[in-house]
């Protein structure tokens, strides 16, 4: 079956651009995490959902972040006025979240959106 | 707060050989923990996961762990590596089972023919 998926695989934004990043989680999966996985790190937790409801945002390293799942499907993550500091690979993972989002549902793994901003 | 150390950042190993990739934690209280591997231009995958029960876990692919919190540790081993192993290994640790992740900063494993 299809996995996750994201959107672009790769994008180059000048300084002071929008960018938006889009995920299609696993058909039925209605848990939904976004994370920031910079140079030589590992992941960073910026932000999850339970279908639509965005529960914990506590990721987001500044303002100029925002994410949504109006239908608690397809996520967009969008960065305002990108800055150097956020080039990074943007990861994307989902899970069945029919108990909320606990670990002993497995979270599966888009390939990301790696973003340059130069 | 809570905090993953992957002591070594690269371990090459040769075909064949066996290999342990080093994981420590920091928490005082119970936690989850987690292994999963990177292959180049792939996402993320489970290799592992203690939840709770026997500290020696299975996974997928000949690899295991082993839970020891007197150590605060979960290395992660494999008998005989493949050429195929090679690839980012981090190791992942929650709180609760309703926290967030936090990840390490990864292992390189790279196998040599």
């Known amino acids: 079956g299809a996995g996750v998926s994201q959107s672009p695989r790769y994008k180059v934004a000048k300084r002071g651009q929008d960018v938006a990043l889009r995920c299609d989680p696993i058909?039925?999966?209605?848990?939904l995490f976004w994370y920031q996985q910079a140079l030589g790190q590992g992941p960073e937790f910026l932000t999850y959902f339970q279908n639509e409801a965005q529960l914990d945002k506590s990721g987001l390293p500044s303002d100029r972040f925002f994410a949504e799942r109006p239908e608690g499907s397809v996520s967009t993550l969008k960065i305002q006025r990108t800055q150097q500091e956020d080039s990074a690979v943007y990861l994307c993972a989902s899970s069945l979240g029919t108990s909320g989002r606990t670990v002993h549902e497995t979270q599966y793994f888009g390939p990301g959106t790696r973003l340059l901003v130069l | 707060a809570q905090s993953v150390t992957q002591l070594d950042s690269q371990v090459p190993v040769f075909e064949e050989a066996p290999v342990e990739l080093r994981c420590n934690y920091s928490?005082?209280?119970?936690?989850?923990l987690f292994w999963y591997v990177q292959y180049p231009n792939q996402g993320l995958q489970l290799l592992l996961k203690y939840l709770s029960g026997s500290t020696l876990v299975k996974g997928i692919n000949g690899f295991e762990a082993e839970f020891n919190k007197s150590q605060t540790s979960f290395h992660l081993r494999k008998p005989s590596v493949h050429i195929s192993d090679t690839a980012e290994y981090f190791c992942a640790v929650s709180k609760t089972s309703y926290d967030k992740v936090i990840f390490g900063p990864g292992t390189s494993l790279s196998v040599i023919p």
């Open positions: 058909s039925g999966h209605v848990s």
């Open positions: 928490s005082s209280v119970s936690v989850y």
